[in-house]
């Protein structure tokens, strides 16, 4: 084994035990609201690595990615509001009316590239957003509740640290899942579309059924992190489909590393962290620098989002894989 995959295994798994550690940690120190917010890193972090499947392997700029952690969302708070909670049901429901909605979608904006697949992925998304805002049977612009989160067998998922675990798991799941395809036929085809499409059509590929093949895929875990938000939250909102979503997707896959396998899971936590402690920054520092930094935490983390984007080319993964992709 080589060193550089030596030193990615040690690092994941050292990841992971910290992550599966956490919420001893913090239940100990009787901080659970911390638990709450990893868990919410973990969902916004597998809705990143979706979009990195379309966006950092096969090239596809999607603003309208939103429009699926809807679609996972509004599916188990429409169902649960019918009295039924089982979360299978919740997710194979979920992920057919996700398949449906990418098939489509994806065929259309396929046929199309550059600005114009752009356009189109966030004009489908804005689309069914004003959809869902004007059902107000389920609650339009204010969302919807949910009395408890989805009943998965004998695992209690309103215990937060057992729903913690479930959403690591399935981010690991996610990860292992996108590495596989990295190393396969197909990752390497959705790759080779990315860099020459037409020549790929030379060699006798079907370019079209292989993107779309990928845009589904990167759709339908999406359609899962919504599945998961809204049994976090017990709420969908409308706001889960705006394109302000998608565009933070982008950053994180960005900010992480496109086309790399850990790098929108480390852009998700980067961001997130950073929103979290720059927004509630509390330490007392003269000249009113506190108050400017609580009041002023996008700026900032728009200069640092700049200074990773001019000063890594890869993105955080390169920390990890000197700048090879796939690490």
């Excluded at 937060?160 to 990752?187: H, P, Q």
């Excluded at 979290?276 to 009041?295: D, H, K, R, W, Y």
């Amino acid at each position: 084994m080589s060193k550089l995959n030596s030193r990615r295994n040690w690092i994941g798994l050292a990841t992971f035990a910290l992550f599966a550690l956490f919420p001893l940690f913090a239940n100990l120190a009787n901080q659970e609201y911390y638990v709450t917010f990893l868990t919410r890193v973990l969902i916004i972090g597998l809705a990143a690595i979706g979009l990195n499947i379309a966006l950092g392997y096969a090239g596809m700029v999607s603003f309208g990615h939103s429009l699926y952690i809807g679609v996972g969302a509004y599916t188990v708070a429409i169902i649960s509001d019918s009295g039924i909670s089982n979360a299978a049901l919740h997710l194979g429901v979920a992920l057919c009316a996700g398949a449906a909605i990418s098939l489509v979608v994806g065929l259309v904006c396929l046929r199309t590239t550059g600005v114009a697949f752009i356009m189109i992925t966030l004009a489908f998304a804005q689309m069914f957003y004003y959809v869902v805002v004007g059902l107000k049977q389920y609650g339009g612009d204010d969302g919807m509740s949910l009395s408890s989160r989805s009943t998965f067998g004998a695992i209690d998922l309103e215990n937060n640290s057992v729903f913690y675990y479930l959403c690591l798991t399935t981010v690991t799941l996610a990860v292992w899942g996108v590495y596989r395809m990295s190393k396969s036929r197909f990752g390497s085809v959705i790759r080779g579309c990315k860099l020459n499409e037409r020549r790929m059509a030379a060699l006798g590929f079907s370019t079209l059924r292989y993107k779309l093949l990928a845009y589904v895929i990167s759709a339908e875990v999406c359609v899962v992190a919504g599945f998961l938000l809204a049994n976090l939250a017990k709420f969908s909102s409308p706001s889960y489909l705006q394109w302000s979503m998608s565009g933070e997707l982008i950053v994180m896959v960005v900010l992480g590393g496109m086309g790399t396998v850990l790098g929108p899971l480390l852009g998700g936590i980067c961001l997130l962290f950073l929103e979290e402690v720059l927004a509630n920054f509390g330490l007392p520092l003269p000249f009113g620098v506190s108050s400017f930094i609580q009041s002023h935490w996008m700026l900032l983390i728009g200069l640092f989002i700049v200074i990773i984007g001019l000063r890594i080319q890869h993105g955080l993964a390169s920390f990890i894989n000197r700048g090879k992709q796939d690490a």
